[in-house]
């Protein structure tokens, strides 16, 4: 049954995203403006880490983001930021759930939701969900590459890579939490989630490093 209700949240976030695509050119970016006001101010939050979940992650190639709350359970919210590498929400509810409607991404690909140079919505064949958990505290929801978090939803799941890795993005995302909630009720359980996520990507380096190196004497 909650199975069943959850496709129907997510139907129904579709078709929010649809009807919007009837809007005209205008009316789309005074929306997107409007949401924008208050994107990147977090001097009035409320919510602590006793009664809230923030929920942060990395993202490749985007500058621009909106989730907007889907549970029909919770109140209306969306969290917006603009020209930032990773996203931090503010103080959520814990169980609710976002939807990542819009991002803009600057490497070239079209805009997951509304594409700027068409001037309409579209929505990618796998849309990308944040389960808030039901526990308060700080949830990392992972690190995405542009292109895959527009075309799939994917995460970015591959260690080895050049490219910036999960546990890599984990540090550099947690510092921009840091930057937000410095002073806050937050900042003790942020600098504990920093210090953890550093040791883990000093180790994983170490195992990098190793396995670089184990490759090369067997040649």
């Known amino acids: 049954m909650k199975k069943i209700i959850s496709i129907i949240a997510v139907l129904i976030a579709m078709c929010s995203v649809f009807s919007k695509a009837k809007k005209s050119n205008n009316e789309i970016k005074n929306d997107v403006k409007e949401i924008y ?7 009035n939050i409320t919510g602590t880490p006793e009664d809230s979940v923030i929920f942060y992650g990395g993202f490749n190639g985007v500058n621009d983001y909106i989730f907007t709350q889907i549970d029909s ?10 020209w930032a590498d990773a996203f931090v929400s503010k103080p959520v509810k814990p169980g609710s759930r976002y939807m990542l409607e819009f ?6 690909s079209p805009s997951y939701g509304y594409d700027r140079t068409r001037g309409v919505y579209n929505v990618p064949t796998s849309i990308l969900i944040v389960d808030v958990p039901k526990e308060p505290g700080l949830y990392y929801i992972g690190f995405y590459d542009g292109k895959l978090c527009i075309n799939s939803g994917e995460l970015y799941t591959d260690e080895s890579s050049k490219f910036i890795s999960p546990t890599l993005g984990k540090v550099s995302a947690l510092k921009d939490v840091l930057k937000y909630y410095r002073g806050t009720a937050w900042e003790p359980l942020i600098n504990e989630e920093l210090e953890k996520a550093t040791v883990e990507r000093e180790n994983l380096k170490k195992e990098l490093k190793a396995s670089k190196k184990s490759k090369k004497s067997k040649k």
């Open 103 to 108: 991002i803009d991404n600057y490497v070239g």
């Open 37 to 43: 006001q208050n994107k990147n101010d977090y001097s």
């Open 73 to 82: 359970n919770f109140e209306p919210d969306t969290q917006a930021m603009s």
